[in-house]
């Protein structure tokens, strides 16, 4: 077993999605930490929840990245490692795309990514028009994660129906700038095996093209941090740690 102290450190920001507010990334901060390589976690507390309750939703995805940016500066960490599911993969995406000289890698779980998911763009708008910002929680959610959730985490997202109408649109518009991945940091997609097939076939195509590893989590849906918290903090874990440096075989004098 390798010496954690021998271990490169690295902060990680973890940003939450739509209706699922900060306090569901506590389960994932809590693995992280100078055992996994990692110096410090922090949580992005998007408008309109957590201490940001007051806050009016942001009205783009490029306002969240903004968001992100005055986290690192206000914490003076110059580059992180960027972690999220659902909306908040869409933030680490685009703060990966937009801002990549702040972003040492992304960490995407199953982000919306515009006109690459237009089904599932369809199947959410669809969802929110039918049962509003409840519905669309629960269908993000999956049958099987919704019910698994205590009355007490039901409820509160229940109580957040309304803002999920303010705060969906945004993700719902945003174009990634896809032509620009020469410019984008590093990054890994993760879909949930438990995942519809579509959500893997945007794993899949988002993969190819950025260049980008993909990571099928085990027992998990779309909510990794609610259904998988230790092995979405491992997956973060592993993108924290440095690439290895490849090593050159001697030739042949023979």
Not at 36 to 45: C, D, H, K, N, Y
Not at 71 to 90: I, N, P, Q
Not at 211 to 240: I, K, M, S, W, Y
């Amino acid at each position: 077993m390798s010496d954690a102290r021998s271990l490169p450190t690295v902060a990680v920001v973890l940003v939450h999605g739509v209706g699922f507010g900060p306090d569901t990334l506590a389960p994932v901060a809590a693995f992280l930490g100078p055992a996994a390589g990692v110096e410090r976690v922090l949580v992005l507390e998007r408008r309109g929840y957590g201490a940001r309750a007051a806050a009016v939703p942001a009205a783009t995805v490029g306002e969240h990245v903004d968001d992100l940016v005055e986290l690192l500066d206000a914490h003076g960490v110059d580059r992180a490692v960027v972690a999220g599911t659902s909306g908040g993969a869409t933030v680490a995406l685009a703060a990966a795309l937009l801002a990549p000289g702040r972003v040492a890698r992304a960490v995407v779980h199953e982000p919306a990514v515009g006109t690459l998911s237009p089904d599932l763009r369809r199947l959410v708008r669809g969802a929110l028009q039918d049962g509003g910002g409840l519905g669309l929680v629960r269908a993000l959610a999956g049958a099987t994660t919704w019910e698994a959730l205590d009355e007490e985490r039901r409820a509160a997202v229940s109580a957040r129906a309304a803002l999920v109408e303010r705060d969906a649109p945004a993700f719902l518009a945003w174009e990634p700038p896809l032509g620009r991945t020469l410019l984008a940091a590093p990054v890994v997609c993760t879909v949930g095996d438990r995942s519809p097939p579509l959500r893997h076939d945007i794993a899949r195509r988002l993969g190819h093209l950025l260049d980008a590893p993909v990571e099928v989590l085990p027992d998990c849906g779309h909510l990794a941090q609610l259904d998988a918290p230790a092995t979405f903090a491992a997956a973060v874990a592993r993108a924290a740690q440095p690439a290895p440096t490849p090593t050159s075989t001697p030739r042949s004098t023979a």
